[in-house]
Every structure is written in structure tokens, then in C-alpha cells.
């Protein structure tokens, strides 16, 4: 079976060719990314109506040149699979319109993705992941433990009550004057200065169960700003580096709470999204696992960041399982 996927729910239009050899990577027969980053850069963050114009712009292109890597024409493709939530709407619409019209042309097949399942089950396209396992789920956008069960069997242990840890990292890097995307800046710029410099407060130290919140602490790196004077590039990396290492504490204190609240004993921690791209959360990552007795899984940084491949698979992975074509898929839209 080969699936055209395609995602362009916030700033990258994608598509990719994928077929269902499971648990590795050369199932991916190709994966095309056209990133945004360049229009929105100036912004700091990404412009819902550019972004949606340059997705309609670039769709048609993006998809032949999946199609052309991965050497087969419409005609070898079985299914036709879009992100179709959560995400700017502009986009959406343009992916989904798109793929409905490849999929009445051509009598195959459409169906509608969810993005956040595409991060999740990133892992077992790349590697021999079972269930169940407890994903943190870390973008942009979006924050969540959850602990994958199966197919469609997603059990949401912890949320952002606020803004999403990637947000965190863009608002404080146009704060500190980086470039954009943030997470990317402060970690670079982090590498050159004293993690020990400012004390931040680690966010809901009182609150029970393991939902986590970065707003307080976007608004404690705002303060500080204001209160110095004309800030050196030391004191940028100083805040940065900081501010990195107060967010991976807080994420690793949350997601011990999250493994004790796991009832189902998940014999994997994975991490997905674009804050997965993060070197130091991934080594504490990998160390709480090694403290746990847990196998430790983050997937090639290309497919943690927004991908088609991902809505691809998430379509075998359906599909594999037994899942009928557009069947509605509930139990995952309370995400
Ligand atoms: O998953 P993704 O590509 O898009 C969404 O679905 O949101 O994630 C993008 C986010 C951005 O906020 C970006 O700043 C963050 O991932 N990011 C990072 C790093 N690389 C990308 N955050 C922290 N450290 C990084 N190295
Ligand atoms: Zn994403």
C-alpha cells in the first residue's frame, strides 16, 4: 500500500509518498517540506494569512515533487491522506480542498488526519516502538503526556493550561532580539552563557497531577528584561541559557509526575514535536529513562518537526489496524 500524504496546517507545506513496510525509515519513499520560516521570520511568528497564501501557492508543486522522488505517478498511489485538525484554518483548507479534489479525480481514497497523531505515532515509522508507550508531545502549539495504547487509544495524562513550551521559546527569543524560530536561537545562543545566572521560578509547584503551564515564566523573563539596562549579548545567552534550563527541569518534574499517573506501565518514553529538537531535553530525557528502567525513543529531528510522512503513516497505521476508510475517528478529536 502507498499513502500521499500531505500537511499544512501551520507553516511548512508537505507531502510525502509512503508505503507500509512498518518500523523503518526506507518505508518513506519520499518527503518534501517547504518551509515558511523565511516569510514569517520578520514577524517572530507565523502570519495566519500569509501563511495560508503561500500554502495555496506552493501545494500543487510540493505534491508532483513527492510524487516525482518518490518515482510513481497518481495512478500507484492508494490513499490520499490530509491533516485536517487541529490547525490555522487557511491552511487546512487549502490541504484538505486539495487532497478531496487528488481523491474525487483519481476514485481513490481520502482521509482526514489528525496533526497530534501524526507526532505520536512518528516513532513507529521510524523504529519497532509496542505499546504501550508515554509520548510527550512538545510543538509549537500544542504540550501533552500522553499514554498511546494503540491505535486510536490516546490517553491525555497532562496538558499546557496556558501556552505551548515552543510558543515559550519564540516569545522569549523576540524578546531577547534572537532570530526566529526561537527554540532554535536559544538554544544556540544558550551554549554561550551561565545557566546558573538568573533563578527562575518553576512554574505550579503546588498544583497536583502533571498539567504544566510557561505563560508565568514568559512573563518572568519580561520582567527581568525591563528591569536591566541596555542588555549585552553576554546577558542575552545568560537569559537564554537560563531560561532553557528552567523549562527542561520543569518539563522533566511534570513528566515523573505523568509516569507515576500512567496506570497502564508504558515500557517506552518517546518525545515528538518540534521542542524534541532540543539537545539539552533530550538528554535529560534520555537520563530520566535510564533512571527508570524505560527504552528512550526521539525520532530523526526532520521527523519531529512537521512533516507529511507522519499523516502518511498515521493512515497505515489505521488502515493496518483495521480502521475502515472515513470512518469517524472520535475517540482522538477531544484533543
Ligand atoms: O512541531 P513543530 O515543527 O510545529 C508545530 O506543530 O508547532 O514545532 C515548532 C516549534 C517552534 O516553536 C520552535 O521554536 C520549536 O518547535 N523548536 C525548538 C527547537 N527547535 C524547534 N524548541 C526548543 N529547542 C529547539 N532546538
Ligand atoms: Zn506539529
Known sequence: MKVLGIESSCDET???????????????????????????????G??????????AKVIDNVINEALLRANCSLDDVDVIAATASPGLIGGLLVGTVCAKTI?????KPYMAI??????????????????PFLALLTSGGHFFFIEVLGIGEYKILGKTLDDAAG???DK????LGFEYPGGVAIQKHAQFGSQNRFQFPIPLQRRPGCDVS????????KNLISSMDNLSYQDKCDIAASFQKTVVRFIIKQLGKALRMSSHHPKTLVVTGGVAANSELRDALSSLSAQQNLNFCAPPLSLCTDNAAMIAWVAIEHLS???????SRMSFNSL
Open 114 to 131: 489528525n496533526h497530534l497523531e501524526g507526532h505520536l505515532l512518528t516513532c513507529r515509522l521510524c523504529y519497532n516502538v509496542d505499546f
Open 14 to 44: 508537505a507531502a510525502a509518498v509512503v508505503c507500509d513496510s512498518p518500523n523503518t525509515e526506507g518505508c518513506i519513499l519520499s518527503n518534501v517540506i517547504n518551509s515558511q520560516i523565511q516569510l514569517h521570520a520578520k514577524y517572530g
Open 167 to 169: 510558543e515559550c521559546f
Open 103 to 107: 481523491s474525487a479525480l483519481t476514485n
Open 46 to 55: 507565523v502570519v495566519p494569512e500569509f501563511a495560508a497564501r503561500s500554502h
Open 214 to 221: 510557561f505563560s508565568g515564566l514568559k512573563t518572568a523573563v
Open 172 to 175: 522569549v527569543a523576540k524578546m
Open 321 to 327: 489496524s483495521g480502521s475502515r476508510l472515513l470512518k
